[in-house]
């Protein structure tokens, strides 16, 4: 290690430090240089040392930083290595405190023992990468329904989600980086199951018409990412991410194409793509926002029949009304 009393500072303080330190020992294989280790701990313990001196409490901070740091590192281990390396870097770590007259704490070493199941032998490892991150998301949505983003900590998305804070960070850089990582997973299950709506040989209409029963439900079933996704639009930011709705228009250029050709040979009683576009959505939000003023206590999809009469149908009809509100002609945009 270089500037050690820097990193022992930044050590104690920040958990994505530690796992930078750790990361050093470890390659992507899971291969652990024990040398490296070992020298670089022996270093950090003599900067621990030479600030134990000034107090007389050496083996007190020793101690003291393992009960901050040991969870995360056992954490951190059972993710990136295999167990044959966890045994070299508990050995290497055990001699080295040895050498300084240290012993590891009984609390500390069934920390360790926990690794390997409670029994002594190696056991699988508990809990996979991906399960950790669904776990994260389960519990930032519950944190940021209750909460708010804006008053919600990643203390206490990492205590609800049982995953230390130190792993939080692993997988995100900040409670932006959270909510931008859980906003784009679920925009991709949207998307994903109306690309399937596209994928069969459907009118537009009719693709139009299960597009609107597939965002509807995904509301009811995902209210909460909804909210946050409103939220976000509202402020006008989720870090670098695009806005949902701007971000679905990308990801499916070939509707925005059908509908301007359906216009322009005047199927339709539109001139502007977006106008519509926006507007269908804006009615679909008015309708949500109903739905949770009055509790959620009746299923949202009952809805969709009026969702479509509004939008294909409009609330009257010009056979009733006698008028022609918005002349079907195109705009010098040529219809888009």
């Known amino acids: 290690m270089s500037d050690h009393n820097r990193r022992y500072d930044a050590i104690g303080d920040d958990r994505s430090a530690l796992f930078g330190e750790m990361d050093r020992f470890i390659s992507p294989d899971g291969a652990f240089d024990e040398q490296r280790f070992r020298a670089s701990l022996r270093s950090l313990l003599e900067t621990i040392k030479k600030s134990g001196k000034k107090n007389g409490r050496f083996e007190e901070s020793v101690n003291g930083w393992l009960s901050m740091n040991l969870p995360d590192v056992i954490e951190f281990c059972e993710e990136r290595t295999s167990v044959a390396s966890i045994l070299k870097i508990v050995n290497a770590a055990l001699d080295e405190a040895g050498s300084f007259g240290l012993a590891i704490s009984a609390d500390h070493l069934k920390q360790v023992i926990s690794l390997f199941g409670g029994n002594g032998s190696a056991g699988e490892k508990k809990t996979g990468p991906d399960i950790k991150r669904k776990k994260i998301f389960d519990a930032a949505l519950r ?67 299960e597009m609107i029963e597939v965002w509807v439900k995904f509301i ?117």
């Open 143 to 209: 944190v940021f329904a209750q909460k708010g983003y804006h008053n919600a900590t990643i203390d206490e998305v990492a205590a609800l989600s049982g995953v230390g804070k130190g792993s939080v960070y692993r997988y995100f850089k900040s409670k932006e980086d959270l909510l931008t990582q859980l906003l784009t997973e679920h925009y991709e299950i949207i998307v994903g199951r109306i690309s399937q709506i596209f994928s069969l040989e459907h009118d537009v209409l009719k693709q139009i018409r």
């Open 220 to 336: 009811e079933e995902n209210y909460i990412v909804y909210q946050l996704i409103q939220s976000e639009a509202i402020s006008g930011k989720a870090g670098e991410a695009t806005m949902f709705y701007d971000y679905f228009i990308t990801q499916f250029p070939m509707f925005k194409d059908s509908i301007v050709a359906m216009n322009r040979e005047k199927r339709l009683k539109t001139t502007n793509f977006y106008t519509v576009f926006y507007g269908a959505l804006g009615l679909i939000d008015g309708v949500v926002h109903k739905w949770f003023r009055q509790g959620m206590n009746y299923p949202l999809s009952d809805e969709i029949p009026v969702i479509l009469e509004v939008i294909f149908n409009g609330f009257v009809g010009e056979s009733q009304t006698g008028e022609h509100f918005y002349p079907a002609l195109e705009d010098k945009n040529g219809g888009e």
